[in-house]
Nanobody, 127 residues
């Protein structure tokens, strides 16, 4: 079965850090752009970061630029999202997914291009 499993979420105070992991099973991530998305209660799912295949170029939305970092470990078939300087507005369920249409994502993750969604991991930023 092709799927992602996200982990690493939790409760953290404002200004804290978390590292999310996204492990793929049933397929290799090597040839896909991988995106991170988040969905807060009552809001639409938004793409916040992605990493292209081959050159590992990255994209960040304005809301997370300078605070989050995406990275890929080919040997572990895993993509990470390091989140620093967390804010209450970062509270959401975080998902990763694979771009089934393109191997690169210079303009950011476009929701309808992504598939193989995991169950997500909850991130709560609160004092």
């Amino acid at each position: 079965q092709v799927q992602f499993v996200e982990s690493g979420g939790g409760l953290v105070q404002p200004g804290g850090s978390l590292r999310l992991s996204c492990v793929a099973s049933g397929f290799t991530l090597d040839y896909y752009a991988i995106g991170w998305f988040r969905q807060a209660p009552g809001k639409e799912r938004e793409g916040i970061s992605c990493i292209s295949s081959s050159d590992d170029s990255t994209y960040y939305s304005d809301s997370v630029k300078g605070r989050f970092a995406i990275a890929r470990d080919y040997a572990k078939n895993t993509v990470y999202l390091q989140m620093n300087s967390l804010k209450p507005e970062d509270t959401a369920v975080y998902y990763c997914a694979a771009n089934i249409m393109r191997s690169r994502c210079p303009g950011g993750p476009v929701l309808h291009e992504y598939s193989h969604w995991g169950q997500g991991t909850q991130v709560t930023v609160s004092s």
